[in-house]
């Protein structure tokens, strides 16, 4: 309780008060402390606010890298089902150097060669096996036909790739470079050539040596040894002298360093060499519609050295191989 205090004023009057504590209030103190907690406050929600930022734009990279990657996953899978439609080869280890082919199966009765050609067609007795060591009595493989104009040989890499036409009858067909490949790197084997022109006139050459790298040197030709009456006077032949060592070249897939030879060539694949022309023998181009064996120029089959004018195609065409001998199977590989 608080003691009263007396006070006597000039009119003699009295009256008392009550003792009051002195209170020493600083307002602006109080002012200071309540901004500087405000302050700290403020920079702890910025700290926050910087930090969720930061989270936030770490969880949009991992998620742009998740979609990046998923998104290629689902195009490469896509490309890899578009590639399994479009060759309609089953699931199974490959052997051969494209790793969409496998090896061609072998009858364990009669040894001979099963050929998978185009989407499903197959060539059997392939290669049998002869008792004889003499070569002329070993099979040919016809591995390409041209007599009519009803399958176009204006086609896609993997189309020259796989094989494609008339398979069955063997009329007008390619058997594909991978097959190409698999047999001329197990088997020694040599090439027959047969032209026919506008007069009926067939001539043919043999050569020793022909062989096919893999796809990833673009199917690549040797070729060498020839013997025959193609070229005019028999004082070389054209394929070997400008061909030789020549890739393989789709409208789609040219090989050549400079030209787009296919194009030069109506669209046909072959093995192309460098230089304007591009050709001086092209088995695989059009054939006439009518007698007089005229064909736009460089479009047609050619084969400078019988008949030099580029705007000349031959009736009928068909290469084959024959196996001279069994490759090294360690080898075979290039």
């Given at each position: 309780?608080?003691?009263?205090?007396?006070?006597?004023?000039?009119?003699?009057?009295?009256?008392?008060?009550?003792?009051?504590?002195?209170?020493?209030?600083?307002?602006?103190?109080?002012?200071?402390?309540?901004?500087?907690?405000?302050?700290?406050?403020?920079?702890?929600?910025?700290?926050?606010?910087?930090?969720?930022?930061?989270?936030?734009?770490?969880?949009?990279?991992?998620?742009?890298?998740?979609?990046?990657?998923?998104?290629?996953?689902?195009?490469?899978?896509?490309?890899?089902?578009?590639?399994?439609?479009?060759?309609?080869?089953?699931?199974?280890?490959?052997?051969?150097?494209?790793?969409?082919?496998?090896?061609?199966?072998?009858?364990?009765?009669?040894?001979?060669?099963?050929?998978?050609?185009?989407?499903?067609?197959?060539?059997?007795?392939?290669?049998?096996?002869?008792?004889?060591?003499?070569?002329?009595?070993?099979?040919?493989?016809?591995?390409?036909?041209?007599?009519?104009?009803?399958?176009?040989?204006?086609?896609?890499?993997?189309?020259?790739?796989?094989?494609?036409?008339?398979?069955?009858?063997?009329l007008d067909f390619w058997i594909g470079n991978e097959n190409l490949y698999?047999?001329?790197?197990?088997?020694?084997?040599?090439?027959?050539?047969?032209?026919?022109?506008w007069y009926n006139e067939t001539r043919k050459g043999i050569y020793e040596?022909?062989?096919?790298?893999?796809?990833?040197?673009?199917?690549?030709?040797?070729?060498?040894?020839?013997?025959?009456?193609?070229?005019?006077?028999?004082?070389?032949?054209?394929?070997?002298?400008?061909?030789?060592?020549?890739?393989?070249?789709?409208?789609?897939?040219?090989?050549?360093?400079?030209?787009?030879?296919?194009?030069?060539?109506?669209?046909?694949?072959?093995?192309?060499?460098?230089?304007?022309?591009?050709?001086?023998?092209?088995?695989?181009?059009?054939?006439?519609?009518?007698?007089?064996?005229?064909?736009?120029?460089?479009?047609?089959?050619?084969?400078?050295?019988?008949?030099?004018?580029?705007?000349?195609?031959?009736?009928?065409?068909?290469?084959?191989?024959?196996?001279?001998?069994?490759?090294?199977?360690?080898?075979?590989?290039?």
């Open positions: 309780m608080l003691s009263p205090t007396t006070i006597t004023i000039p009119d003699n009057s009295k009256f008392s008060l009550i003792n009051c504590p002195r209170t020493s209030r600083r307002p602006f103190n109080i002012t200071v402390e309540r901004c500087y907690i405000l302050l700290i406050h403020l920079f702890l929600y910025i700290i926050i606010f910087i930090l969720i930022c930061i989270r936030f734009g770490q969880l949009n990279t991992k998620q742009e890298k998740i979609l990046s990657t998923l998104n290629l996953n689902h195009n490469v899978t896509l490309y890899q089902e578009s590639q399994n439609r479009l060759l309609n080869y089953p699931n199974h280890k490959p052997d051969c150097s494209c790793q969409q082919f496998s090896y061609p199966k072998r009858n364990q009765t009669t040894r001979c060669l099963d050929l998978r050609v185009g989407i499903s067609e197959t060539i059997s007795n392939v290669f049998c096996p002869s008792s004889s060591t003499e070569y002329e009595h070993n099979q040919w493989l016809m591995i390409q036909n041209r007599r009519t104009n009803h399958i176009n040989f204006n086609r896609t890499w993997i189309e020259y790739q796989r094989g494609f036409g008339n398979i069955v009858d063997q698999w047999l001329t790197n197990n088997y020694h084997c040599r090439l027959k050539i047969e032209l026919t022109d040596l022909f062989h096919i790298s893999n796809q990833h040197d673009d199917y690549r030709m040797q070729i060498d040894g020839y013997s025959g009456n193609i070229d005019a006077y028999n004082k070389f032949d054209s394929f070997s002298r400008w061909h030789n060592n020549a890739p393989f070249s789709t409208y789609d897939h040219p090989a050549t360093e400079t030209t787009n030879c296919p194009d030069l060539h109506g669209g046909v694949g072959w093995w192309y060499h460098s230089g304007d022309e591009c050709a001086h023998v092209q088995l695989n181009g059009f054939l006439p519609t009518h007698g007089d064996g005229l064909v736009p120029y460089n479009t047609g089959i050619l084969w400078i050295g019988w008949k030099s004018d580029r705007h000349f195609s031959f009736q009928h065409v068909h290469m084959s191989i024959q196996p001279k001998l069994r490759r090294d199977r360690n080898r075979h590989r290039r």
